[in-house]
T-cell receptor
């Protein structure tokens, strides 16, 4: 597609449930990022993929969070045993990743997660 | 640890005014700095990207400057319009971590008609 696509746009779940959030990056973009944004704050880095591999997962808050990108395109962020504190907007971004110099990031509309 | 601060946190101006949004960062070892716009309930729209070797970038009524040595950037909006109302975020791509953007908390701008 023309831009970064994220689904679902809204997800309401109960505490303790499992959630998957999907990101389809801009075609040809090899770098993919997940960020989390809480109300009134700037986005916080979660994980970065270059191709199929997670090049930097230092932002994942704990082992309940996991992300995959098996074919180097679509990525899924997985959250196990959700907690109320996980409620936030999860943003995905992509860029033409190069080892020599990072390029401009393009963001999707986000997936708003509410844990009751 | 890189910290990005945006001042003011909120700004309300009458239509037609020129305005300046400020961004400061603590670690000057950056690849680039990017300004974004975010409308309520929406994702981020990239406005301007300034590479570390550049001093400014312009797009229409927007002009962004970068003073890397002092850790500052400004976003200048000329002849503001009600449609400019949004949250403006700045983010730096730091060399130390390589590939992640570190964001400020944003400036909420309201342009009154």
């Amino acid at each position: 597609g023309a831009g970064v696509s994220q689904t679902p746009s809204n997800k309401v779940t109960e505490k303790g449930k499992y959630v998957e959030l999907r990101c389809d990056p801009i075609s040809g973009h090899t770098a993919l990022y997940w960020y989390r944004q809480s109300l009134g704050q700037g986005p916080e880095f979660l994980i970065y993929f270059q191709g199929t591999g997670a090049a930097d997962d230092s932002g994942l808050p704990n082992d309940r969070f996991f992300a995959v990108r098996p074919e180097g395109s679509v990525s899924t962020l997985k959250i196990q045993r959700t907690e109320r504190g996980d409620s936030a907007v999860y943003l995905c971004a992509s860029s033409l990743g190069t080892s020599g110099g990072p390029g401009e990031l393009f963001f999707g509309e986000g997936s708003r997660l509410t844990v009751l | 640890k890189q910290e990005v601060t945006q001042i003011p946190a909120a700004l309300s101006v009458p239509e037609g005014e020129n305005l300046v949004l400020n961004c400061s960062f603590t670690d000057s070892a950056i690849y680039n700095l990017q300004w974004f716009r975010q409308d309520p309930g929406k994702g981020l729209t990239s406005l301007l990207l300034i590479q570390s070797s550049q001093r400014e970038q312009t797009s229409g009524r927007l002009n962004a400057s970068l003073d890397k040595s002092s850790g500052r950037s400004t976003l200048y909006i000329a002849a503001s319009q009600p449609g400019d109302s949004a949250t403006y975020l700045c983010a730096v791509r730091e060399i130390r971590s390589g590939n992640k953007l570190v964001f400020g908390a944003g400036t909420i701008l309201r342009v009154k008609s």
